[in-house]
């Protein structure tokens, strides 16, 4: 029986909270966990996160070996071989849940909002990347660092609108229930993950 949505968030909550306080698992990456899980994967959720350094998903939700299935962008960052590989995941394993993590002071969200005005990214798919970004952020930093977040927050919501409506796949597995898919923001001060 695949472990639903509720559970699986309250998994990850309960992981950061393990993270924050120093008290984490010892458990679950021993060699015996490593033929556990050899032939098959039942990862409790999907999770798409920054490629950020510090926001390594399993480290800050306190997970192990075979428990998320995780895809990583700068920004989060949407293209079709991370939206085929979230596809994937929804079509062959039985996690209920996607989360979309952002986190304050993203690099990319930063760089996509001093891209609005047209000047290039530095590269071809550097511009492809903060292109994809562009339409979900406002663009205005009055207060920049409380402003960024505002606008990482509006990309990670805008992330898991986009899945749903770029992916035929993940939309209806939506529409059906059988997935779920919240936003989250990590906190580059506190190490807390707040969810929508
Ligand atoms: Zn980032």
């Known amino acids: 029986m695949p472990m ?6 309250a998994l990850l909550k309960r992981g950061n909270n ?4 120093g008290l984490v698992r010892q458990d679950g990456q021993t060699r015996a966990d ?9 990862p409790e959720a999907i999770v798409l996160s920054c490629s950020d350094s510090r926001v390594p998903p399993e480290i800050v ?3 192990k070996l075979g428990e998320l299935f995780s895809v990583r962008s700068a920004g989060t960052a949407l293209s079709p071989s991370l939206i085929a590989s979230i596809e994937y995941a929804v079509e062959t394993l039985e996690s209920r849940l996607i989360v979309v993590l952002g986190h304050t002071n993203c690099g990319a969200v930063q760089c996509a909002v001093n ?3 047209g ?3 530095g590269s071809k ?5 903060v292109a994809d970004i562009h339409p979900r952020i406002r663009g205005k930093l009055k207060q920049p660092s409380k402003d960024l977040e505002i606008e990482v927050w509006l990309n990670a919501r805008g992330v898991a609108k986009d899945l749903i409506s770029r992916s035929d796949l993940i939309a209806r597995a939506v529409s059906i229930g059988q997935i779920e898919i919240v936003a989250g923001l990590y906190s580059l001060t506190t190490g807390a993950v707040v969810f929508d």
């Open 4 to 9: 639903r949505a509720v559970e699986a968030l």
């Open 18 to 21: 393990r993270f924050m306080s």
């Open 34 to 42: 490593i033929l556990r899980l050899f032939e098959w994967q039942s």
């Open 61 to 63: 939700f306190d997970q």
């Open 115 to 117: 891209t609005l005005c």
């Open 119 to 121: 000047k290039s990214a």
């Open 125 to 129: 798919n550097l511009n492809l990347l």
